[in-house]
């Protein structure tokens, strides 16, 4: 009769395992390592297209008010000598109804944020008046994380506007909550667009 031969199964060595474990840890690495920058380069390119699709719809709005406006301020103080103006906020009547005396001012703004030296905010403020008496305010914000807001405000004699220019420089940060690690550096978006009022009378 033959002998059965019992078989010696062998397990892996200590070396083998460190080996592996090394392999499969520079695995683990290289991919959350390539995870972090592809959700880094989605956070950038999210916070880019949603700012700058709220940016241009602000601006398009910002536009039509001020060619729909009478009676701009700040006005020069010499409109012949001095006829262009630089500030940070712009004022028009933006309705007026003989009949009944009331009137709304519009005021376009830049406010401080967090810090008085940026971010900033645009906010948006209507004054009514009733026969010249104040009635009512309500303000809101209209975009918020501006690097710069800067109206251009070019007059003729009268003082008459004949162009308003908007300078605004957003940073993106729609998403600034939404990180794995790090902060995430996103180019700004500038936003310049000019307006004529097209009612005369200022």
């Known amino acids: 009769m033959r002998k059965a031969v019992k078989q010696v199964r062998r397990g892996f060595s200590m070396v083998e395992l460190l080996i592996a474990l090394a392999i ?9 390592a390539a995870l972090d920058a592809s959700f880094k380069g989605y956070k950038a390119t999210s916070e880019g297209a949603s700012t700058h699709v709220v940016s241009r ?9 001020i060619r729909t406006g009478d009676s701009f301020g700040p006005y020069p103080v010499n409109p012949i000598l001095t006829p262009n103006i630089e ?11 003989p009949s ?11 406010r401080d944020g967090d810090d008085e030296n940026g971010p900033y905010e645009l906010w ?8 010249g008496a104040y009635e009512s305010e309500i303000e809101a914000p209209l975009l918020v994380g501006l690097n710069e807001v800067r109206f ?8 008459r506007l004949k162009r308003a220019t908007i300078d605004l420089v ?11 690690a790090g902060k995430i550096d996103t180019p700004t978006i500038r936003l310049v667009a000019s307006a004529a009022p097209r009612l005369d009378g200022n």
């Open 152 to 159: 251009d405000l070019e007059y003729d004699v009268g003082p």
């Open 24 to 32: 499969t840890s520079t695995l683990l690495t290289a991919t959350m």
């Open 87 to 97: 500030s940070t906020w712009i004022e028009f009547v933006s309705f007026r109804d």
């Open 100 to 110: 009944s005396g009331e009137e709304r001012v519009t005021r376009l703004e830049r």
């Open 57 to 65: 719809i602000v601006m398009q709005r910002l536009t039509s008010m």
């Open 124 to 131: 948006y403020v209507v004054t009514t008046y009733i026969d």
């Open 170 to 180: 957003i940073q993106p940060n729609d998403l600034q909550d939404a990180g794995i």
